[in-house]
C-alpha cells in the first residue's frame, strides 16, 4: 500500500514491539526489588538494560528475516528489471555501466551526543544500460605520411597507455588532439622492446560529461539508463573544528573518494541488491534527478555485492540466540545482587500488576489527553507528534528529514518570507528536524507547560506560546539570511521567558521561587550556550525567550489580581464553612 523507511522497519518498530511487555509485564516486577541508591534511578537502569538484552536479537532476527528470505531474480537485460516482480537481489546476463556519467551528491548532517559529530557523505549513482549507447565503432585507420613506421605493427600509446589496435575502433576521429611517432632508439628507450618497430603516441581531447542523459543518443534514439548503481563513501570528523578546517577535510575526503571511485570496477560483481526506502535511497535519488531529468520511474538503485550469494546472511542466525542468551544471564546474575522487598509475595506481584497498570495508563493520559487546568498543552503536543507521523507516513524519514522537505511542509526561510509567505512563522513551530528534536521539545513543554497553564489560564497561555513562537521566527528570520529553521524550541523558550519572568516576582511561594529560578535558569543558561557550537537555531531561542520575559512581566498585574481574588475567594469559603459547621 505504502514504502516504509528501512530503518522503522529494522530498528524502531524492534524498539517499540519490545517495550511494551518491559514496559507492561517486567516493570511491576523489578519494582518488587529492594531498589535502594544513594543517587541515580536504578528502577530505570534495570528497564533500559533488560530492554537493550531483549532489543538485540530481535533486531539481529529481523534483519535475517529479511536476508534469509530474499532470492536472486535472474534477468537477461537489465533493462527488463522493472518488468519482473519487485525483490531485493538480482543478477543480469547483459548490461553496461557507464562511469562517465556518474552523478554526485554531497551530504552533511550532525549527530552524536551533543552534536558532537559532522557526518560527510557522498553518494555516487551511476546509470547502468544493456549495452554500450556512448560509444560508436569506426572505421579507425592511422596513416603516417612522415615516417617509415608501419601503423599495423607499431606500439600504439593512447593517453599514455598501451593499447591494442582493436582499441583504436572506439574512438571517434574528431576526438583526436594529436599524433605523434617515435621510432629506433628513443622508443626501445621509453616502451621497451615492443616498441622496436616504432611507437605511435595518440592524445585526445579531454572527456565532457553530458549535461543531460539526453545527450546519450545513438542514430537519434534516447536511452533513459534502466536502473543506477549505488556507492557511497562516508567520514566523520568532529563538528567543533573551524569552518576552514572542514572544508579541508572534505576536500581530502572528496579527492580519497574519487580516488576509490575511479579505480572500482563497478562492473564485477556477483549479484546486486537492491536498496529499499531509506534515507540512502533519497539521496542517491537526489543525485540523479539533479539536472532535472525526465528519468524512469521508479528509480531503482542497485548496490553491487562481491561475495557468494549463500553467504548472505553471515552469523546472524546463532547470534540470535547467542545475544538473547548473553543478555538473559547477565541481566540474571545482576537479580542476584538486590533482594525482593519483605513484602513482596504472589499477591504482592498481582496487586503491583494492578496498580503498576493504572499508574502508566494514568501517565500516559496526563501527557496526551487535556484536562482541567492542563487543556492547551497536551493539544499542542499532539499536534506536533501528529503532524511528524504525518512527515513519517509520507516516506520522508524518521531519524532527520531533508531540508528540502521540511521547507515544501512550512519551514521557516528568509527569502520565502520575503516573498509574502509569512504563515511559515507559524507553521514552522509545528515541524521538527527529526525524532530526538522532536521528543526533547514535547518534554520540555510538558515541564514548563505543567506550572504555567494553570497559573494563565487557556486563553492567556496559548496566545502567548502562539506569540512567542512567531517572534523567535521573526528573529531567526531577520538573524539568517538563508538558513532553513524548524521547531516548537523558540516558542517553548518563551514560555521558560514567561516562567522566569513570573518566578522573579512575588506570584510564586519563595520556597518554590527559590528552587525553581536557580534551576530553570541554568537549564535556559546551557541550553543558550550549548547553541554556539552550531546546528542550533539560537537566534530563534534568544527570540522567544526575551518576548516571553516581556509577557511574562506583562502579564504579571493581571496575574497577580486573578491570585489575590482566589485567595480571598478561599479564605470566604473557609469562614463560610467554618460559620455552618458551628
Known amino acids: ?55 538485540a536479537p530481535v533486531v539481529v532476527a529481523q534483519a535475517y528475516l529479511i536476508t534469509a528470505t530474499g532470492e536472486i531474480t535472474r534477468v537477461n537485460n537489465i533493462s527488463k528489471i ?50 554500450n549507447h556512448t560509444t560508436k565503432t569506426y572505421n579507425f585507420k592511422i596513416s603516417s605520411p612522415h615516417s617509415n613506421v608501419n601503423s599495423n605493427n607499431a606500439l600504439i600509446v593512447l593517453n599514455g597507455r598501451i593499447v591494442t589496435g582493436g582499441d583504436l575502433s572506439n574512438i571517434n576521429p574528431k576526438s583526436i588532439k594529436s599524433i605523434s611517432v617515435l621510432k629506433g632508439n628513443a622508443a626501445v628507450a621509453i616502451y621497451g622492446d615492443a616498441a622496436k618497430t616504432g611507437a605511435i603516441l ?176 497536551p493539544i499542542i503536543i499532539d499536534l506536533n507528534l501528529l503532524v511528524f507521523i504525518a512527515m513519517v507516513c509520507s516516506g520522508l524519514g524518521f531519524i532527520s528529514f531533508n531540508g528540502m522537505d521540511l521547507l515544501k511542509w512550512g519551514a521557516n526561510y528568509r527569502p520565502l518570507v520575503n516573498k509574502g509567505e509569512y504563515w511559515r512563522l507559524l507553521t514552522n513551530t509545528f515541524l521538527h528536524g527529526g525524532l530526538m528534536h522532536v521528543l526533547l521539545n514535547m518534554y520540555g513543554l510538558f515541564f514548563v507547560g505543567i506550572f504555567l497553564e494553570p497559573l494563565m489560564g487557556r486563553s492567556k497561555y496559548a496566545t502567548a506560546y502562539i506569540c512567542t513562537g512567531i517572534i523567535a521566527s521573526i528573529a531567526s528570520a531577520w538573524w539568517h539570511p538563508a538558513t532553513i529553521s524548524v521547531g516548537a524550541s523558540g516558542a517553548i523558550f518563551g514560555m521558560y521567558g514567561v516562567f522566569l519572568a513570573l518566578l522573579t516576582t512575588s506570584l510564586f511561594p519563595p520556597d518554590f521561587k527559590k528552587s525553581f529560578l536557580v534551576s530553570t535558569s541554568i537549564f535556559v543558561g546551557y541550553n543558550l550556550l550549548y547553541g554556539l557550537t552550531g546546528g542550533i537555531d539560537n537566534a530563534a531561542h534568544i527570540g522567544g525567550l526575551l518576548s516571553g520575559l516581556l509577557i511574562g512581566y506583562g502579564l504579571y498585574p493581571t496575574l497577580k489580581s486573578q491570585a489575590n481574588e482566589r485567595e480571598a475567594q478561599k479564605e470566604t469559603q473557609q469562614y463560610l464553612d467554618e460559620l455552618n459547621e458551628k
Open 1 to 55: 500500500m505504502f514504502s516504509v523507511d528501512e530503518d522503522i522497519i529494522n530498528f524502531f518498530a524492534p524498539m517499540a514491539l519490545t517495550f511494551i511487555p518491559i514496559l507492561i509485564w517486567l516493570r511491576p516486577r523489578i519494582k518488587l526489588l529492594n531498589l535502594k541508591a544513594k543517587k541515580g534511578d536504578p528502577l530505570m537502569g534495570y528497564i533500559m538494560f533488560a530492554w537493550m538484552g531483549m532489543l
Open 82 to 131: 522493472d518488468e519482473l516482480p519487485k525483490t531485493k537481489y538480482y543478477s543480469a546476463n547483459h548490461f553496461y555501466v557507464d562511469k562517465k556519467l556518474v552523478r554526485f551528491k554531497t551530504k552533511f548532517e550532525v549527530s552524536g551526543k551533543y552534536n558532537a559529530d559532522f557526518d560527510m557523505y557522498i553518494y555516487a549513482a551511476v546509470p547502468v544500460y544493456d549495452k
Open 202 to 377: 595518440i592524445t585526445t581531447k579531454s572527456y565532457q560529461v553530458p549535461d543531460t542523459l539526453a545527450s546519450i543518443r545513438d542514430d537519434n534514439v534516447h536511452y533513459a539508463p534502466s536502473a543506477w548503481i549505488g556507492v557511497r563513501y562516508e567520514k566523520t570528523i568532529r563538528n567543533k573544528l573551524s569552518p576552514e578546517k572542514k572544508q579541508a577535510a572534505y576536500e581530502e575526503f572528496a579527492t580519497e573518494s574519487q580516488r576509490d571511485f575511479n579505480s572500482k570496477p563497478l562492473d564485477k560483481f556477483i549479484y546486486l541488491d537492491r536498496i529499499g526506502t531509506s534515507k540512502d535511497l533519497k539521496n542517491y535519488i537526489a543525485a540523479v534527478t539533479a539536472k532535472g531529468d525526465s528519468l524512469n520511474d521508479p528509480v531503482i538503485v542497485l548496490s553491487p555485492v562481491n561475495e557468494p550469494f549463500e553467504a548472505r546472511n553471515g552469523q546472524k542466525l546463532p547470534w540470535i540466540f547467542g545475544s538473547f542468551a548473553i543478555g538473559a544471564v547477565i541481566f540474571m546474575i545482576t537479580l542476584l545482587f538486590k533482594p525482593l522487598k519483605d513484602d513482596a509475595s504472589e499477591a504482592g506481584i498481582e496487586k503491583s500488576d494492578a496498580d503498576e497498570k493504572s499508574s502508566t495508563l494514568k501517565d500516559f493520559k496526563s501527557f496526551f489527553l487535556p484536562r482541567k487546568g492542563f487543556y492547551v498543552t
